[in-house]
C-alpha cells in the first residue's frame, strides 16, 4: 500500500512540476493564458489534442463498457473517433484563420464574427457550459473509482484530491502549462495502457490465449451486437455519426483550433489522428473483454471499474499503481482543458455581459476555473448513470451546434434567426427523447436530434433568403471533392452489416472484423494524405 500512494504521489508532484515550469505570469493576456500566443507546432498541437479529447471515458469508460458488450465498442471508438479528424480539415483550417485575422479566443467569439449577433453567441457560450460541465464530472468520478480501488482512498475523498491537483497546475499556468502536461500525460497514457494490456493477457497465458479462454465462455463479446445486443446496426450509425458531429464541438478541442501556429500543423494533426486512435482504444477496451476471466457478474457503473480491480489483483503495488496513474493522467488531461476553456468563454463571453466591457487580464478566468471544479465536483458527488451514458447524452448537446459552425464557414450568406432555431430546436428535440416522450426507435436520439437540428436551420436560411431576395443556396465546395467522396464512401463501408453476429475467422484470439476497421483507418489516413497534398499544390500552382 505504501508503494502505491508512493508511486502516485510521485506522479502528481511530477506533473504538478511540469505545469509549474510551463507557467504563463500572474497577469498575462487572454491570448497568452488560453492560446498560448497560438505557437503550436505539430507536436505539442497533436499532444494536446489528444490528450484533451480521450478523458477519463477513453480508459474506464471504454473498458467498463469491453467488460459488459465486448469488443463491438472498439470500432465506433477506434475508427469513428479517428474518421472524426476529417472535420479539422473542414472546419479547423478556417476557424484558425478567422481566429488569427480577428484575435479570437472563444468559439462563441467565432460565432460572433460569423453571423454578427451577440444574442446567438451568448446561446451557444451557454449551450457550450451546459453541456461540458457533466462530461466534466466524469474525470473526478472516474479518479474516485480508481483510487478507491487502488489504495482505498473513499470515493468522494479521490475525487477532491485529483481535483485539487487539476486545479493547482490550470490555475497557475494557462494553455502552455495544460499543453506540456497535456504532452505528457498523453505519452504516459498510451505507453502504460499497452503495459497494463501486456500484463493481463501474459497473467492468463498470453493475448490469444486469454482472447480464447474468454471466448470459451462469453463468445457473444466477440461478435455485434455485443453480449447485451446494445451494438445493432442503428445504435452503430447512431455512434459513427455522434462522434463526428460532437468531438469538434468539444469547446476545448474547438479552441485548440486557435492555437495552432499555421494550417500545416492542422493537416499534420489530421494525418496522424486515426492512428492514435487506433492505438489507444484498443488497450482498455481488450481489459474489459479480459477482466471477465477475474471478475464476472458486474453490471452498468460497477464495470466501469473494472480497469483498477482487474490490474490490482494481477500486477504488483508499482505497476499496478503505474497503470492507474495512466488512466488518472488521460481524465486529468481533458479536466485542466476543460476547465480552462470553459473559464475563458465565462470571462470573454459571459462576464461581458454582467460588466459591461471584457477584460484585459486573465485574473477573472482563473477564478471562473476554481468554480467549474466544484460544479464537476458536485456532480461526481452522486453519478446519475455509467460514463458512458452520462457521456453519450452530454455529447449530443455539443452535436446541435455542428451545423451553426459548419454552415458559418461556408455560407456566403449567414442568418443568425437560422442559427439560433436550430440550436433551441435540436437541444428540445434531445430533451423530448431524454425525457422519453418520444421513442427513439432503432437508432440513439443523436440521429432525430441531427435531423431537427439540420432540417431547421436549413429551413430559416431559406426562408430568410427569399426575404432577401436571394434564392440561391450556395453549396460548399468540399461537398463534391473527390476525397470527401472516397471518405463518404469509407464511412459507408463501416457500416459492415454482412458481418453482424459473426465471431469468425479470428486471427490472434480477436475476429477479423477488428482487423478490417484497422485497415478502413489506415486507408482514411491515404485518403486524407491525397487531399493535403492536392490542396497543396494546387496553392502553390
Not at 458559418?408 to 450568406?413: P, S, V
Request: hydrophobic share 55%; net charge positive; with cysteine.
Amino acid at each position: 500500500m505504501v508503494l502505491k500512494v508512493a508511486v502516485l504521489a510521485a506522479y502528481f508532484l511530477l506533473v504538478s512540476g511540469i505545469g509549474f515550469m510551463a507557467r504563463t505570469r500572474w497577469k498575462s493576456s487572454p491570448e497568452s493564458y488560453f492560446l498560448a500566443d497560438r505557437q503550436f507546432g505539430t507536436l505539442i498541437l497533436l499532444g494536446t489534442m489528444v490528450a484533451t479529447n480521450f478523458s477519463a471515458f477513453t480508459v474506464f469508460g471504454t473498458s467498463g463498457a469491453g467488460y459488459r458488450d465486448g469488443y463491438a465498442l472498439f470500432p465506433i471508438m477506434g475508427f469513428g473517433t479517428g474518421f472524426m479528424a476529417l472535420t479539422f480539415w473542414l472546419i479547423g483550417r478556417k476557424i484558425r484563420r478567422i481566429g488569427s485575422r480577428h484575435g479570437l479566443v472563444t468559439p462563441p467569439e467565432l460565432v460572433k464574427i460569423l453571423y454578427q449577433s451577440p444574442a446567438l453567441s451568448f446561446i451557444f457560450a451557454a449551450v457550450m457550459i451546459i453541456f461540458t460541465i457533466p462530461y466534466l464530472a466524469i474525470q473526478p468520478m472516474a479518479a474516485g473509482y480508481a483510487l478507491e480501488e487502488l489504495v482505498r482512498i473513499p470515493y468522494v475523498w479521490g475525487c477532491i484530491l485529483v481535483t485539487a491537483v487539476i486545479l493547482l497546475y490550470t490555475f497557475r499556468g494557462g494553455l502552455r502549462a495544460v499543453a506540456w502536461t497535456d504532452l505528457f500525460q498523453g505519452l504516459f497514457m498510451f505507453v502504460l495502457l499497452a503495459v497494463s494490456l501486456a500484463m493481463v493477457a501474459d497473467h492468463h497465458g498470453g493475448f490469444a490465449e486469454a482472447n480464447y479462454k474468454v471466448f470459451s465462455s462469453n463468445p457473444e463479446l466477440f461478435s455485434r451486437p455485443g453480449a447485451n445486443g446494445r451494438y445493432t446496426i442503428g445504435i452503430w450509425f447512431s455512434y459513427m455519426m455522434l462522434w463526428f458531429f460532437c468531438d469538434p464541438m468539444f469547446p476545448q478541442l474547438f479552441q485548440r483550433f486557435f492555437s495552432a501556429r499555421d494550417d500545416r500543423m492542422i493537416a499534420r494533426t489530421m494525418l496522424l489522428y486515426p492512428l492514435v486512435c487506433t492505438v489507444v482504444f484498443f488497450p482498455p477496451i481488450s481489459v474489459g473483454v479480459l477482466g471477465r476471466l477475474s471478475f464476472s457478474g458486474l453490471a452498468g457503473k460497477q464495470a466501469d471499474r473494472i480497469l483498477p480491480m482487474v490490474l490490482n489483483a494481477v500486477s504488483g503495488d508499482v505497476m499496478s499503481a503505474l497503470v492507474i496513474a495512466a488512466g488518472l493522467a488521460a481524465l486529468m488531461s481533458t479536466m485542466d482543458s476543460q476547465l480552462l476553456t470553459l473559464s475563458s468563454i465565462f470571462t470573454r463571453d459571459i462576464w461581458p455581459l454582467v460588466r459591461k466591457e471584457r477584460s484585459q487580464s486573465s485574473v477573472t478566468g482563473r477564478l471562473f476555473v476554481v468554480f467549474l471544479s466544484l460544479a464537476g465536483l458536485a456532480l461526481a458527488y452522486r453519478p446519475p448513470a455509467s460514463i458512458l451514458q452520462i457521456a453519450t447524452q452530454t455529447f449530443t448537446g455539443l452535436a446541435v451546434l455542428f451545423p451553426t459552425v459548419v454552415f458559418g464557414l461556408y455560407f456566403k450568406r449567414r442568418f443568425a434567426s437560422a442559427a439560433i432555431v436550430s440550436i433551441l430546436a435540436g437541444e428540445f428535440a434531445l430533451t423530448v427523447f431524454y425525457l422519453k416522450w418520444l421513442p427513439a426507435g432503432p437508432f440513439l436520439p443523436v440521429v432525430w436530434v441531427m435531423a431537427v437540428t439540420v432540417a431547421s436551420y436549413l429551413m430559416m436560411h431559406g426562408f430568410a433568403l427569399r426575404r432577401v431576395r436571394a434564392l440561391r443556396f450556395t453549396v460548399p465546395g468540399w461537398v463534391s471533392d473527390p476525397g470527401v467522396i472516397a471518405l463518404a464512401g469509407l464511412f459507408i463501408l463501416a457500416m459492415d452489416y454482412w458481418m453482424w453476429g459473426k465471431t469468425h475467422p479470428m486471427a490472434w484470439g480477436i475476429p477479423f472484423w477488428l482487423v478490417y476497421f484497422v485497415g478502413l483507418s489506415g486507408l482514411q489516413t491515404l485518403i486524407m494524405g491525397w487531399m493535403v497534398r492536392c490542396a497543396s499544390a494546387g496553392e502553390g500552382g
